[in-house]
């Protein structure tokens, strides 16, 4: 089945420690997306790739950085977790985009 | 920053009751998505609406896109317990050549008791 994967399902870090999730995707789509969401609020765009073309939300913090080598893989690296960045972090596809996004698991990450 | 106000945030009700979610903006959208999502999972889309005064089922749910493209509204008939979940809208608009971003509502908790 076309789907995105997550992975690690769940990730524990120490404050500081660098981490990266990663996102892969079988359905081919052009636009990738990283989203942060915290408990019992709406999913917060960090930034997307349409292609190769990065677009960085003008408030993500600089301590998150994102490649992504292929169509198929996105990768998400928190250079300094700190612990306001436990978080859900969503990664979704799309194509055409701004129709029909299509979201992962999920990685739930946890900052000690 | 576009707005999508989303309401009721919290919402809970008897197994058999009929509810209304509602999104309303001030800002035109070229598509509209709801999504539901459950404790630990990703959002699941449920629709995408695209033309003004579109209504689209799914089964026991109804979802109608506003003539003007600015507001939208979920409604469950006869809500069942496995309707439980937090709904999600979220509008699309183009942010710079071919590039969309979607705006989400805060999303409405919804608990439907047996």
């Known amino acids: 089945d076309a789907m995105v994967i997550q992975n690690p399902r769940y990730q524990v870090t120490q404050f500081g420690k660098p981490v990266t999730l990663s996102c892969s995707q079988t359905?081919?789509?052009?636009?990738m997306y990283w989203y942060q969401q915290k408990s019992s609020q709406a999913p917060k765009l960090l930034f997307h790739y349409y292609d190769k073309d990065f677009n960085n939300e003008a408030d993500t913090p600089d301590n998150f950085q994102s490649r992504r080598p292929n169509t198929s893989f996105c990768f998400l690296d928190i250079r300094s977790p700190g612990l306001g960045d436990a978080a859900m972090y969503l990664c979704?596809?799309?194509?055409?985009?701004?129709?029909?996004?299509?979201f992962g698991p999920g990685t739930r990450l946890t900052v000690l | 920053t576009q707005l999508l106000e989303q309401s009721p945030q919290f919402l809970s009700i008897q197994e058999g009751e009929n509810l209304t979610v509602y999104c309303n903006s001030s800002s035109v959208f070229s598509s509209l998505q709801w999504y539901r999502q459950e404790p630990g999972e990703g959002p699941v889309l449920l629709v995408t609406?695209?033309?003004?005064?579109e209504v689209k089922k799914l089964k026991r749910l109804t979802f109608q896109f506003g003539d003007a493209r600015k507001d939208s509204s979920l409604h469950i008939t006869a809500a069942q317990p496995g309707d439980t979940g937090l709904y999600l809208c979220?509008?699309?608009?183009?942010?710079?050549?071919?590039?969309?971003?979607?705006?989400f509502g805060k999303g409405t908790l919804l608990t439907v008791n047996p």
């Open positions: 979704a596809t799309s194509s055409p985009p701004g129709i029909n996004e299509f």
């Open positions: 609406v695209v033309t003004g005064g």
């Open positions: 979220a509008g699309a608009r183009r942010s710079g050549g071919s590039n969309y971003k979607l705006t």
């Open positions: 359905l081919n789509h052009n636009v």
